[in-house]
């Protein structure tokens, strides 16, 4: 099992920045992707950013340039960056660590980002 827990959501303004870090604890061996997702209301949950332990990176097009994903692997950390915020971004951002294959795939509690305009 592992836990995820997130942190560094909050209210900004349109143009501004915000970090989000994401901390996991437990057996974290067999997992080889972490990413970003985030869910506005009445949306489905979607991919932001993942990156692999490989280094391959995975961003939506509608942060491409403006977001940044990160990952220490020593600490168990993923992290995300995100820069030129818009309104459109609002949603709450889940933590996802999981296998390529999903064969285990887990998710923190979510931490609200709000961006005014």
């Known amino acids: 099992q592992v836990q995820l827990v997130e942190s560094g959501g909050g209210l900004v303004q349109a143009g501004g920045s915000l970090r989000l870090s994401c901390a996991a604890s437990?057996?974290?061996?067999?997992?080889?992707?972490r990413g970003w997702y985030r869910q506005a209301p009445g949306k489905q949950r979607e991919l932001v950013a993942e990156?692999?332990?490989?280094?391959?990176?995975n961003y939506a097009d509608s942060v491409k340039g403006r977001f940044t994903i990160s990952r220490d692997n020593a600490k168990n950390m993923v992290a995300l960056q995100m820069n030129s915020l818009k309104p459109q971004d609002t949603a709450v951002y889940y933590c996802?660590?999981?296998?390529?294959?999903?064969?285990?795939?887990?998710w923190g509690q979510g931490t609200q980002v709000t961006v005014s305009s």
């Open positions: 990156i692999s332990s490989y280094g391959r990176i």
């Open positions: 437990g057996s974290t061996f067999s997992i080889h992707v």
């Open positions: 996802n660590f999981r296998t390529p294959s999903y064969r285990e795939n887990y």
